[in-house]
């Protein structure tokens, strides 16, 4: 199952090396983002508060835009049927999940970067702040994966795509904003262990889920 899953992400990395379809257009709507959001603040200094929400509003929107074509790619290049010849569902969802995941971490180092250039944001717990962008990055690419895969045969996939995610992301992305909020100001790990807590139980149930749930989706 591993060696299978891990020739599928191969094959997605590949072809996103070749085509950049998601890298490029997700790097041109991230420097707008945040480029207009520091036109728009002006010299006006913001919250730890705002910044943390502002920063995963923009991950919610890019990620959204970039992981949603890992199933619909396949769909219309019409090879899905030759995944289901050749790999078990079960590999088929640990390698887009894996691709996913890749993916979100990428984007999510460029948003970040790019972020605390542009806004000149501080951030005074640098250690906690990664893992909880860490923890949330595989929570969105858990969640968004199989969103992709129930979406992939619908035909407003772009309409369906964010309208499905946020509602079973927000648990997640209230205790990520709250937990980065707490780490901008340099709170230590004891205030942010609930949240800690709820966004590794809520990233295991939904990849539990996933893997239990995909083969009838997949098969469908």
């Given at each position: 199952?591993?060696?299978?899953?891990?020739?599928?992400?191969?094959?997605?990395?590949?072809?996103?090396?070749?085509?950049?379809?998601?890298?490029?257009?997700?790097?041109?709507?991230?420097?707008?983002?945040?480029?207009?959001?520091?036109?728009?603040?002006?010299?006006?200094?913001?919250?730890?508060?705002?910044?943390?929400?502002?920063?995963?509003?923009?991950?919610?929107?890019?990620?959204?835009?970039?992981?949603?074509?890992?199933?619909?790619?396949?769909?219309?290049?019409?090879?899905?049927?030759?995944?289901?010849?050749?790999?078990?569902?079960?590999?088929?969802?640990?390698?887009?999940?894996?691709?996913?995941?890749?993916?979100?971490?990428?984007?999510?180092?460029?948003?970040?970067?790019?972020?605390?250039?542009?806004?000149?944001?501080?951030?005074?717990?640098?250690?906690?702040?990664?893992?909880i962008v860490t923890l949330g990055n595989l929570g969105l690419s858990s969640v968004l994966t199989i969103i992709a895969a129930l979406i992939s045969k619908a035909n407003s996939?772009?309409?369906?795509?964010?309208?499905l995610a946020f509602p079973l992301l927000l648990p997640l992305l209230l205790a990520a904003i709250s937990a980065t909020t707490l780490t901008i100001d340099g709170a230590p790990?004891?205030?942010?262990?609930?949240?800690?807590?709820?966004?590794?139980?809520?990233?295991?149930?939904?990849?539990?889920?996933?893997?239990?749930?995909?083969?009838?989706?997949?098969?469908?």
């Open positions: 199952m591993f060696k299978q899953a891990w020739a599928i992400c191969k094959k997605d990395l590949n072809s996103e090396i070749r085509t950049r379809y998601a890298v490029n257009s997700l790097l041109m709507f991230i420097i707008v983002v945040i480029s207009v959001i520091r036109f728009s603040l002006g010299e006006e200094k913001i919250t730890s508060e705002m910044n943390a929400g502002l920063l995963w509003i923009i991950i919610f929107f890019s990620t959204s835009n970039g992981l949603s074509r890992v199933f619909v790619s396949e769909e219309e290049r019409g090879t899905s049927l030759v995944l289901k010849l050749t790999a078990c569902s079960q590999s088929v969802i640990l390698g887009k999940l894996i691709f996913n995941t890749i993916l979100t971490f990428i984007i999510n180092f460029l948003i970040i970067f790019l972020y605390i250039i542009i806004t000149g944001l501080e951030i005074k717990n640098t250690g906690l702040f990664s893992l996939k772009a309409t369906l795509y964010p309208v790990f004891g205030s942010i262990s609930g949240e800690v807590q709820m966004i590794v139980s809520f990233t295991i149930v939904v990849v539990t889920a996933s893997f239990l749930l995909f083969e009838f989706v997949w098969n469908d």
